[in-house]
């Protein structure tokens, strides 16, 4: 088992939808949660961190369960340009050391 | 430059040639991590330097990989002996600790191709 588990995906929603991915992680003593985007052939780029109490950017909402080692991204009316893989990201330390990535989700979002 | 720069891009090579990609990290970042990228796959960690001290190397597959960092600045790594599934893209990642915990600033990557 991966110490990072995804939803499979890929979604394929119209513009305006809103999307939710979910993110597993099996290590409890992890300390910091991320999500990063990557574009076709691109390097990965953080989007956004996950905080314990939830956090919102712009149309991009994170949320940590703890208790059930569990991480969401909700993307609310999609846009085209939100095509992109989705990585959540895990670490066990809160400023360095190694960060373990799940293999992604694969967001289209069609006209 | 102000982001983390990677060379060669793209790299052919054939099976048993050795091969050194480098890493040239955003200026100041004392962290430094490489992953490999293989298609349809997320990065997955190889190893990490803070300052010139390799402080996990816990990823690297075998022992034809060899990273350093000897100034604490460039990286290279290095891969001896070359085989077909060490085709990947190879990705470097700096990290300042003034920044807010944990983001990683990475470069666009070498894809290697092993023939």
């Known amino acids: 088992r991966k110490e990072v588990e995804q939803d499979p995906g890929p979604f394929n929603v119209p513009e305006g939808a809103t999307v939710a991915f979910n993110c597993t992680y099996s290590?409890?003593?992890?300390?910091?949660f991320f999500w990063y985007r990557q574009d076709c052939r691109k390097e990965p780029k953080l989007l956004m961190s996950v905080y314990s109490s939830g956090n919102e950017d712009g149309r991009f909402t994170a949320q940590l369960n703890r208790a059930s080692q569990y991480i969401s991204l909700l993307i609310r009316d999609s846009k085209l340009s939100d095509s992109a893989t989705y990585l959540c990201?895990?670490?066990?330390?809160?400023?360095?050391?190694?960060?373990?990535f799940g293999d992604g989700t694969t967001l289209t979002v069609k006209p | 430059g102000a982001g983390v720069s990677q060379s060669p891009r793209y790299k052919v090579a054939k099976r048993g040639q050795d091969v050194a990609l480098r890493c040239d990290p955003i200026?100041?970042?004392?962290?430094l991590f490489w992953y490999q990228q293989a298609l349809g796959q997320g990065p997955e960690f190889l190893t990490y330097?803070?300052?010139?001290?390799?402080?996990?190397k816990s990823g690297l597959p075998s022992d034809r990989f060899f990273a350093e960092r000897p100034e604490g600045s460039v990286s290279t790594l290095k891969i001896q002996r070359t085989q077909q599934e060490d085709s990947a893209v190879y990705l470097c990642a700096s990290m300042s600790r003034g920044t807010f915990p944990g983001e990683l600033f990475f470069g666009e990557g070498s894809r290697l191709t092993v023939l």
């Open positions: 290590n409890s003593a992890s300390q910091s």
């Open positions: 200026s100041g970042h004392v962290s």
């Open positions: 990201v895990v670490n066990k330390d809160t400023n360095a050391g190694k960060s373990t």
């Open positions: 330097f803070q300052n010139e001290a390799q402080l996990d």
